[in-house]
Structure formats: structure tokens, C-alpha cells
């Protein structure tokens, strides 16, 4: 049941008397009262998670709330996505704050912030905004706001979210351009802006190629020699559909690079994903309507809302070898495992937490083949 509080957002300066709170759920070490008059005397930091939880940011949390042992600051987070990544996470770190579950982003909403980046509004000991930073919290405005100081460095609103505008390159039109990069330029890849447009920033040929044939890296044999250059790309085609776009650029860097681009079938080194016959409490089935997302790295793995595929695919990923499901269970799943094993160990190892098993074997799949023709 929601227990939501009266309160309707104002104009969000610094001096303003903050939204009331809304929530799922409490979790974590929150005061018996959650309301801005009982919270008065503490400075309270309400840090918002944009989109859902990942299970890495506890760490995150636990860091920030470390800087300030026995003062009378409040970290509370604000997040939405899944419950079961939420509940797997504060087994292993326990945060020492105020967690509300807000599975809706309300709070977002009433504090009007930026949907695209986490924010963190600091409430001073009166009950009314000291100010925000953007993304995690700012110690040093923190500290301010904790010794009564007039200037803190925090913003007095929320930043602007910055969107497109006047002075943005302009795209060429009908063609697709191929240049190198500056090694120092930002990065970015794919059809990110309309489905007319293509760009790529400051990649080399191996990420390019697999962006546009949407293939990953570890189905894609290359040739021996391929030019190790890190180059842009962008098209702009009026009118061309998604599918169009991507085929012109894919025929403009075959020739650019002298490249023929196909699928043939290989007998490739492979890993099967079966069960193990033993239940994990780090793998459960998804409640009806929860949302996909994944996060995880070398060392960890978690998502929500997967079929055993889609987790064949995610270890596929962290091997660097193609990956296929042989376990027979069908639906979808929330998972969430880590490993203090490296490498190729640590994934057998989160596999093994999961309740399955991952078998080397050879089989012949379909495998995207680069060629140089000249």
C-alpha cells in the first residue's frame, strides 16, 4: 500500500519548504516519522535515482554517508525498479541511511527534476532547500549547510537539462561521410538522434562494424589486418527509414575500406547455459509487468525480468564467446550475483550462484566474416 503525504511541489528555489514524500516502501534506517517538521535539526540529503536501481550504487551510498560519522545528517535514496535487486543489494552492504521505494518516480516528479540525471537536493536544518547538486552529493556543500555557512556551492535549482540548440554541427545531407577522429574527441555510436541520421564518434572499425550489422563483437571474425584507425561516420538521408540508413552506411564503409561484409556458418569453441538441479535465492522468477534492465560488470551481474536466452546472451557478453540456453526453463527471471574470483573463473563462479552451469563445447553457428577485397 502507498502511504502518501499531503504536499504539492512549489517553485523549487533554495529558502522553499520541500515536497512531501511518497513512497512503496521504507527500507533501511529511517526515523519512525518521515515528514520535513519531525526531520527538522538534521540536515537531510534526498539523493534520486534516475531510472531503476542497480546494486553497485549501494556502494556509492554507503561511501557518501561515511564522510559525515555522528553529525546530524540524514542520507536518504530515493529509487524505483526492482525490489528484489534492492533487497539482494542490502544483504551484502547494508546502507546506513533512509531508502524509500518509489516505484512510480514520484518523487522525481514533485521535487521537478531532470528525468534524464540523478539529482541530489539537500534540505537544511529548518525544514527548507539549502540547494542541489547534480548527481551525488556534494560534500563540500553538505558541509557548508551543516555549519550554517550562507554560501554552500550548491545550485539554487535544479540544473538545466542540456538538449539541442543553435550551434550544433549541422549533418550533411544525402551522403555519408567517413573522416578519422581526434583521439581526444567524445564518443558516440549509432542512429542516437532521428531514424534518418547515423553517427558515429571516435570508434574504430571493430565497434563501428558492429553497430551497424548489429552483431557483437565475439560472433564477428575479422581479418588478420584491419585498419586500427578510429574514425567518425555520420549520414543524414531525408525521408530514409531507419533500415535504409543503415544499409547506405554499411555499403559506404565496405568501400571506404575495401571490406566485404557476410554471414557464413563456423564451427566456433561455444558455452552451454544449463541448470545446475540446485535452487539459488540469487535467481527468482519476475512478478507480472516488472520492467527489463541488467547492470553488472566483470565481477557482478543483475536484472530483472530476463528469460534464460536473454541471460545466455548476458554471459556470452562477459566470456567473449558465443553462449546458448539448454536449461529448459522457460519465463523470466530476476538475478543478482557477485564474485571475488577474475576473469573467466568469476563467471563460472556468478553462474553457479545463479543455479546453472556453463559448458565449453563446439558448434556451428552463424558468424559475421570481415574480408578485405583490396
Not at 511518497?22 to 534526498?46: E, F, H, Q, Y
Request: net charge negative; proline share 6%; glycine share 10%.
Amino acid at each position: 500500500m502507498i502511504a502518501v503525504l499531503s504536499g504539492v511541489a512549489g517553485a523549487q528555489h533554495s529558502g522553499d519548504v520541500p515536497p512531501a514524500l511518497v513512497w512503496n516502501k521504507l527500507k533501511g534506517n529511517c526515523p519512525a516519522r518521515l515528514d520535513w517538521t519531525s526531520l527538522r535539526g538534521n540536515v537531510v540529503v534526498v539523493s534520486f535515482t534516475h531510472g531503476v536501481f542497480v546494486p553497485d550504487e549501494v556502494a556509492e551510498w554507503n561511501e557518501a554517508a561515511g564522510n559525515f560519522p555522528g553529525d546530524p545528517v540524514l542520507f536518504m535514496q530515493v529509487v524505483g525498479g526492482s525490489e528484489f535487486l534492492l533487497d539482494q543489494a542490502l544483504k551484502q552492504a547494508a546502507f546506513p541511511g533512509c531508502i524509500l521505494f518509489d516505484s512510480e518516480l514520484a518523487n522525481q516528479r514533485n521535487f521537478k527534476l531532470p528525468r534524464l540525471l540523478p539529482r541530489t537536493v539537500v534540505v537544511d536544518q529548518l525544514g527548507v532547500i539549502a540547494g542541489y547538486s547534480r548527481g551525488g552529493p556534494d560534500e563540500h556543500g553538505v558541509r557548508s549547510v551543516l555549519n550554517y555557512r550562507a554560501e554552500t556551492g550548491l545550485s539554487e535549482v535544479p540544473p538545466p537539462v542540456s538538449g539541442t540548440g543553435a550551434g550544433q554541427e549541422a549533418y550533411p545531407t544525402y551522403e555519408v561521410h567517413i573522416s578519422p577522429a581526434s583521439r581526444t574527441e567524445l564518443r558516440s555510436l549509432g542512429q542516437l538522434v532521428d531514424p534518418d541520421t547515423y553517427i558515429a564518434r571516435n570508434h574504430g572499425l571493430p565497434a563501428i562494424i558492429s553497430d551497424l550489422w548489429e552483431t557483437p563483437g565475439y560472433r564477428i571474425a575479422f581479418p588478420e589486418k584491419l585498419d586500427g584507425g578510429s574514425y567518425d561516420v555520420t549520414a543524414h538521408i531525408p525521408g530514409a527509414d531507419r533500415d535504409r540508413v543503415r544499409q547506405m552506411v554499411q555499403e559506404a564503409v565496405e568501400r571506404r575500406f575495401g571490406l566485404r561484409v557476410g554471414k557464413e556458418e563456423r564451427i566456433e569453441r561455444v558455452y552451454m547455459l544449463t541448470a545446475s538441479g540446485t535452487s539459488s535465492p540469487h535467481l527468482a522468477p519476475a512478478t507480472s509487468g516488472e520492467k527489463q534492465m541488467s547492470a553488472g560488470g566483470e565481477n557482478s551481474v543483475s536484472g530483472t525480468a530476463h528469460t534464460m536466452q536473454e541471460m545466455a546472451r548476458m554471459f556470452a557478453e562477459l566470456l567473449s564467446v558465443p553462449a546458448f540456453d539448454e536449461t529448459g526453463l522457460k519465463g523470466k527471471y530476476n538475478y543478482s550475483a557477485s564474485s571475488k574470483l577474475s576473469g573467466t573463473d568469476a563467471v563460472f563462479d556468478m553462474a553457479l550462484q545463479l543455479g546453472l552451469q556453463l559448458t565449453q563445447a563446439e558448434r556451428p553457428i552463424e558468424m559475421l566474416v570481415v574480408r578485405k577485397v583490396q
